[in-house]
């Protein structure tokens, strides 16, 4: 449980957001969102509040690394 300060979480939908709520409350940890900009994958605005940072990778970074 504390092998890390830092979750790192891929992805944007709201399936999550107690994910980050409990990382956060119980185990006093930051949490990290990573997401994508894809037609496909949409973002949850409330998933981005709850997280402590934000990351966005865009089209053309996701295509020149093969994301997509």
Same mark, same amino acid.
């Given at each position: 449980?504390?092998?890390? @300060?830092?979750?790192? =979480?891929? @992805?944007?939908?709201? @399936? ?7 990382? #956060? @409350? #119980?185990?006093? #940890?930051?949490? &990290? &969102?990573?997401?994508? *900009?894809?037609?496909?994958?949409? =973002?949850?605005?409330? =998933? &981005? =509040?709850?997280? *402590? ?6 089209? *053309? ?8």
């Amino acid at each position: 449980r504390n092998h890390y @300060d830092v979750a790192a =979480l891929i @992805d944007g939908d709201s @399936d999550f957001i107690d994910l980050i709520r409990e990382v #956060k @409350d #119980k185990y006093g #940890k930051q949490v &990290l &969102l990573i997401t994508f *900009d894809r037609a496909d994958a949409a =973002l949850n605005e409330e =998933l &981005l =509040l709850e997280a *402590d940072w934000y990351y966005y990778i865009d089209y *053309d970074t996701g295509h020149n690394y093969g994301f997509w």
